[in-house]
């Protein structure tokens, strides 16, 4: 659903760019992040998804596409190359892709689902990360298995705990140069708690029921959009969600928002601020795809806002990476 249609009615919640006063915030600084989404093909389809990848979705980033993004990585400055999906370990050139950027660059992200790994055909891709380097994050809706299977499907916690046990068999949450962080997303219309604290759970729990450890973990808020939106709609609670993440408005967190230092580069090539204008299709203004990019000289760029961006800015901040204050 296009973001204008599905926040027209909330007319109690005023346009995001009135929360600011600082000119500067409404800009792009220095690029730091690339992060690419390589497709929305993927083993799953969670209900908290904003860019509704599933099984059934077929787009997937072409070589071509991918060799633009490498050369826009290289041509700009960028510190990190953040590689996501659906699930990207699916995009047939994933593998390739992966050993091109770490040429470039000394941090890889690789975001996954953990489940793939057990699939044929990818269980030897816990050694393939240990052996280019690659930070893993790795999503668990809860350390609980009722409220993961939940969220994501039968079995999941199952299928995750046996792929985190063989990323820790490797190296990963062990060896310093080995970094595997977790993501903690709410089950429903509420948001999380605190991060620190939420993080000393996570590994508490799962060192005693498992022996598993990792670095850390982010929580991020719900963003109103996607199949999570559409959830909101169908069950009333739109209005609500979007009163509290209003509510809850931080302005600390400003100068924080992810959109500020990166380029989120959709499957096709085309360009956003960030992975949440990407699921409502709110291109940058600027270079309209990755190859443009790649060859002009960067400059600064106002950033696209919409009332979604009240999910980046609530209590402690939310982005890809956690909390922002």
Not at 99 to 108: R, T
Not at 141 to 149: A, E, F, I, L, S
Not at 214 to 220: A, G, P, R, V
Not at 235 to 256: H, I, V
């Amino acid at each position: 659903m296009d973001s204008r249609e599905l926040f027209a009615g909330l007319t109690n919640i005023p346009p995001f760019e009135t929360k600011f006063t600082d000119p500067s915030i409404a800009y792009t600084a220095d690029m730091e992040v690339l992060q690419v989404n390589v497709g929305l093909l993927c083993n799953l389809a969670c209900k908290h998804c904003h860019i509704e990848a599933g099984p059934h979705r077929t787009e997937v980033m072409t070589r071509e596409t991918m060799e633009a993004v490498l050369r826009a990585y290289q041509n700009h400055g960028f510190h990190t190359l953040d590689i996501t999906g659906g699930a990207p370990e699916m995009n047939p050139n994933f593998r390739w892709f992966v050993e091109e950027a770490c040429k470039l660059s000394n941090h890889v992200i690789v975001r996954t689902n953990l489940v793939i790994l057990l699939e044929e055909g990818y269980e030897d891709l816990p050694e393939f990360y240990r052996d280019h380097n690659i930070e893993v994050v790795c999503s668990l809706p809860h350390y609980r298995q009722k409220t993961t299977d939940r969220q994501r499907g039968p079995k999941v916690y199952e299928r995750s705990i046996e792929a985190l046990k063989r990323l820790n068999a490797v190296g990963y949450g062990k060896d310093p140069d080995l970094t595997l962080n977790m993501v903690f997303n709410p089950a429903g219309a509420f948001f999380p708690p605190d991060q620190s604290a939420m993080e000393r759970e996570y590994k508490e729990a799962l060192a005693a029921d498992h022996g598993i450890v990792f670095n850390n973990l982010f929580t991020i808020t719900n963003n109103p959009i996607g199949r999570f939106g559409d959830f909101l709609v169908r069950s009333g609670n739109l209005e609500g969600y979007m009163q509290k993440l209003y509510d809850a408005f931080n302005p600390a967190t400003l100068e924080g928002m992810m959109c500020r230092t990166q380029v989120s580069v959709r499957w096709d090539g085309a360009l956003y601020d960030c992975d949440f204008n990407q699921a409502v299709d709110m291109k940058l203004k600027g270079p309209a795809t990755i190859a443009e990019f790649a060859d002009r000289p960067y400059e600064p760029r106002p950033i696209c806002f919409d009332k979604h961006c009240y999910a980046c800015t609530a209590g402690a901040g939310s982005s890809c990476g956690g909390t922002t204050e």
